[in-house]
């Protein structure tokens, strides 16, 4: 079965600065997809990026990018220039490409980053 | 504009009681899933459904039973075998007929509380 792991409780990181959340994960399979989620405190879940197995390319979505490296079964988001709204608990998921998981999303226990001005 | 919706944002339920937890989708979604989220446990998987009348448990069955008689509605049971139902209880859908990745849409949650 597929493990999700960010060790990572809290983080901070002072406005206009970067920080990076870190994420590990465990699979057999060579394709499947990695997300990172945002839950601000409406707990409305919002993707803010998504990085196909296969490609080996690291996604970017403005300020959030990724690094991935699959060897290591890595994906950690790195936020710059980071602002007040970037506050929220973050989740990294992974998702099979095989249909018969049934799409399901597989997430980690999540990390509270807080901004400070 | 579609979405997905689910109600009751708030929900109490006494000791002993089933309580029913609504989730309505118009967006043509095949896959529906329900999560429960708790503090430092990020959200683990309930039930999820990918076609009509057919649904699979998932990592935290146990205390709940689903039912997907309409492809836009996929009600989560949380019975009074569910020892510790208090948590934030999210639903999900996606299409997985899509080619490749189509998204995920989730609810806005409801939030059920043993009084």
């Known amino acids: 079965a597929q493990t999700v792991t960010q060790s990572q409780p809290e983080m901070s990181v002072q406005e206009a600065e970067t920080v990076t959340l870190s994420c590990t994960y465990d699979t057999s399979e060579s394709d499947y997809y990695l997300f990172w989620y945002k839950q601000p405190p409406s707990r409305q879940m919002i993707l803010v990026i998504r990085?196909?197995?296969?490609?080996?390319q690291n996604a970017t979505e403005n300020r959030f990018s990724v690094n991935f490296q699959k060897a290591a079964k890595s994906f950690s988001l790195k936020i710059s220039d980071s602002q007040l709204g970037d506050a929220a608990m973050y989740f990294c998921a992974y998702r099979s490409t095989f249909y018969n998981q049934g799409g399901k999303l597989i997430f980690g226990q999540g990390t509270e980053l807080s901004v400070k001005p | 504009d579609g979405g997905i919706t689910q109600s009751p944002k708030y929900l109490f339920r006494k000791e002993g009681q089933n309580v029913t937890l609504s989730c309505e989708q118009n967006l043509n979604h095949d896959a529906m899933y329900w999560y429960r989220q708790d503090p430092g446990q990020g959200l683990r998987l309930i039930y999820y459904?990918?076609?009509?009348?057919?649904?699979q448990k998932g990592d935290i069955a146990e205390g709940y039973s689903v039912s997907r008689e309409k492809k836009e509605s996929f009600p989560l049971t949380v019975t009074s075998a569910q020892k510790n139902p208090t948590a934030f209880y999210l639903c999900a859908s996606t299409n997985r007929q899509a080619p490749r990745d189509y998204g995920y849409t989730f609810g806005s949650g409801t939030r059920l509380t043993v009084v």
């Open positions: 990085q196909e197995a296969y490609k080996q």
């Open positions: 459904s990918q076609i009509v009348n057919d649904f």
